[in-house]
């Protein structure tokens, strides 16, 4: 059974249109994050929910807008893309919101590659 | 603020050697590390952590050691195999910016180990 499972795999849309992602976990766990990875590899942290509540909301366009309809899910709306949102976006989950004492594993989607044209 | 950086953006090993892959980091503050592999086309997948107050942990073919004198910290892969093959990050974990009680995971920009057969 997937873990962590996105939809869709991949994403080809025209500049200006509005998109979607779905992230479910069927691992019992309370927190979520969007990761986005950009063509360097480089790995960063958009967003993160903790049983639906929004915990870490980085520097990201008012264009990104996160959705926990439970705590199983966690879908990532974007409007108006533009070329630089091309990239590969990662789910992820953990069993809770961690910390120093907590245990940290965070467990990732296979990642949505979105190309923006 | 946190930088995590790794040494080698490229790591060429020949099959049966050892891999040694490096990662610094920029705060003296930083308490709990994470190491994750991602192989092509896949999300991050957990290999091991350590807290600061280990300066070694073991697992299955994996070391980590940690040196905070010099904020330093490495993996090492045994008798690499061609499996070993992937991008490996270090992962920092530190308070996130929104939120009380959040915590995020600083990912460095990954290190692809090529392994030869």
């Known amino acids: 059974d997937t873990a962590v499972s996105q939809t869709p795999k991949y994403l080809v849309t025209q500049m200006g249109n509005d998109k979607s992602i779905k992230c479910e976990q069927n691992l019992g766990h309370d927190t979520m994050y969007w990761y986005k990875q950009d063509s360097k590899k480089f790995l960063k942290i958009m967003f993160s929910?903790?049983?639906?509540?929004?915990?870490i909301n980085e520097t990201v366009p008012n264009r990104f807008s996160p959705k926990s309809p439970d705590k199983a899910h966690l879908n990532l709306h974007i409007n108006s893309l533009e070329l630089g949102d091309s990239a590969v976006y990662f789910c992820a989950s953990s069993q809770d919101r961690g910390g120093y004492s907590s245990y940290n594993e965070q467990f990732f989607g296979p990642g949505t590659r979105l190309t923006v044209l | 603020g946190e930088s995590v950086g790794l040494h080698l953006p490229t790591l060429s090993v020949q099959e049966g050697d050892n891999s040694i892959i490096n990662c610094a980091y920029s705060?003296?503050?930083?308490?709990?590390f994470i190491w994750y592999k991602q192989e092509s086309g896949k999300g991050p997948q957990f290999i091991i952590d350590?807290?600061?107050?280990?300066d070694k942990r073991q697992g299955q073919r994996v070391t980590v050691l940690l040196n905070k004198t010099v904020k330093h910290l490495s993996l090492q892969i045994a008798a690499t195999q061609p499996g070993d093959s992937a991008v490996y990050f270090c992962a920092v974990l530190k308070p996130g910016k929104t939120g009380a009680g959040s915590y995020q995971l600083t990912f460095g920009k990954g290190t692809k180990l090529s392994v030869i057969p």
């Open positions: 705060n003296s503050a930083s308490d709990y």
């Open positions: 929910y903790n049983n639906k509540e929004l915990i």
């Open positions: 350590i807290r600061s107050n280990m």
